[in-house]
């Protein structure tokens, strides 16, 4: 279940009920990547995962947004995500684009800077323009 903000990014998904806590969190994280076109994984109080939802909503994307931190699983999926980003990066943000891993707010900078972020936000269906 999603619902808008009232805040001007994206779709917040609200504490997940108890019987999905028994998912494997590998998984889960899967699955929450692979379910919207833009995903970004966050800590509601990290001033860079708020950076990375204003860059979204700056170029006309509504990412869903998983606030880790109010997530009772957040823990896990944040081991999760720092296997996948590997140990020498930040664990959050971390965005997914059409399913697939950019990465931390580095990448994600990265690829905007080379003009890489909007075909490949085309390609995911987040941007029509």
Known sequence: MQYQAETTWGYYV?????????????????????????VIFSVSTCCMCHA????????????????LDQDPTGREMERVLMRLLGKYSPTVPVVFIGGKLVGAMDRVMASHINGTLVPLLKEAGALWL
């Open 14 to 38: 609200p504490a997940v009920r108890q019987s999905v806590m028994m998912v494997d969190p590998v998984e889960r994280v899967v699955r929450l990547a692979s379910e919207s076109a833009v």
């Open 52 to 67: 990375a939802k204003r860059l979204f909503c700056g170029m006309g994307v509504n990412p869903t947004v998983y606030e």
